[in-house]
């Protein structure tokens, strides 16, 4: 339990960077992410051949097919999600991507039969709160309703995301999150297709922030998260989840000089305060 909580989170921290390695590279949303998936798969389907694993999934056709549509939907969340960045800023839309723990944890319940204790509410409402002040500030001065409308549609995909992962019980560890990118990729790359094909001209001083991208951030990093969520409880990953749009902004105003006012700043504390009081209990780790 205790390592999956340390993998979880340092996923959490190489996607809360995302933004800022994206912001040197001048392609647009879905070839970045197309060029990302394309970067991390190869790495994690290398790492699964040389490990000497192999893989189990087609003995196990519904949860495989849960992973596909989960693969999907972070294939299109991620599109969604570097669309936002282009048109309302990186901090603001990871903050809006991330109200899709709202409707993991609304619904755990009903798909997990997970608990909503009164600790649970209380760092998740304070959580939810301070991301609502982020947002006040950000829409009253920076609206872009296709912007913001990306963000939250990024949400939602990112909710359908962690569900379906969360239903593949039996394709765990390197091979889940190897297929999970691969599948990704497939959508992301009929999309481009169909869009615009495959030619995307890449200037040289761009090359090593796409593979901070797609390696680092993209391909350890999914594997982090994907090998851990399915260890932690459903609404742990939901809360704990917003260290990324936290660190995302930190990280903003640290490397991007973006600014933020009294509001911002006290829903940020809202949201990390509510992530410790969420986790309070779980973090006393269990030998």
């Known amino acids: 339990m205790k390592r999956s909580y340390l993998k979880?989170?340092?996923?959490?921290?190489?996607?809360?960077?995302?933004?800022?390695?994206?912001?040197?590279?001048?392609?647009?949303?879905?070839?970045?992410?197309?060029?990302?998936?394309?970067?991390?798969?190869?790495?994690?389907?290398?790492?699964?051949?040389?490990?000497?694993?192999?893989?189990t999934f087609f003995k196990h056709k519904n949860d495989f097919l849960s992973l596909c549509f989960s693969g999907v939907a972070m294939g299109v969340s991620w599109i969604l999600l570097y669309e936002a960045y282009g048109k309302i800023g990186v901090?603001?839309?990871?903050?809006?991507?991330?109200?899709?723990?709202?409707?993991?944890?609304?619904?755990?319940?009903?798909?997990?039969?997970?608990?909503?204790?009164?600790?649970?509410?209380?760092?998740?409402?304070?959580?939810f709160i301070g991301v609502f002040l982020l947002n006040l500030n950000a829409m009253q001065y920076k609206a872009d309703t296709l912007g913001i409308?990306?963000?939250?549609?990024?949400?939602?995909?990112?909710?359908?995301?962690?569900?379906?992962?969360?239903?593949?019980?039996?394709?765990?560890?390197?091979?889940?999150?190897?297929?999970?990118l691969i599948v990704s990729f497939i959508t992301v790359a009929v999309f481009v297709a169909i869009k615009q094909g495959f030619i995307i001209t890449i200037s040289t001083n761009e090359i090593f922030a796409i593979f901070i991208l797609g390696l680092i951030n993209t391909g350890v990093?999914?594997?982090?998260?994907?090998?851990?969520?399915?260890?932690?409880?459903?609404?742990?990953?939901?809360?704990?989840?917003?260290?990324?749009?936290?660190?995302?902004?930190?990280?903003?105003?640290?490397?991007?000089?973006?600014?933020?006012?009294?509001?911002?700043?006290?829903?940020?504390v809202l949201i990390f305060g509510g992530a410790i009081i969420g986790e309070f209990k779980i973090m006393k780790f269990k030998k």
């Open 149 to 180: 409308f990306c963000g939250l549609m990024s949400a939602v995909m990112y909710s359908l995301m962690v569900i379906f992962n969360k239903k593949a019980k039996k394709i765990k560890g390197l091979e889940n999150a190897t297929l999970q």
């Open 91 to 127: 901090s603001i839309s990871s903050l809006l991507y991330y109200c899709g723990p709202v409707l993991v944890m609304i619904l755990s319940p009903l798909l997990f039969d997970e608990r909503l204790t009164a600790i649970k509410l209380g760092g998740f409402s304070s959580v």
């Open 8 to 55: 979880y989170i340092t996923a959490l921290l190489l996607f809360g960077s995302n933004g800022i390695v994206a912001s040197f590279i001048s392609l647009n949303s879905y070839e970045i992410v197309l060029l990302r998936t394309l970067l991390g798969s190869l790495l994690l389907l290398i790492l699964f051949l040389l490990g000497k694993n192999k893989f």
């Open 221 to 268: 990093g999914c594997y982090f998260y994907f090998s851990s969520i399915g260890n932690l409880p459903v609404q742990s990953v939901a809360i704990l989840g917003y260290l990324e749009p936290l660190s995302a902004v930190l990280f903003s105003i640290v490397f991007l000089g973006e600014t933020m006012s009294l509001i911002q700043i006290i829903g940020t």
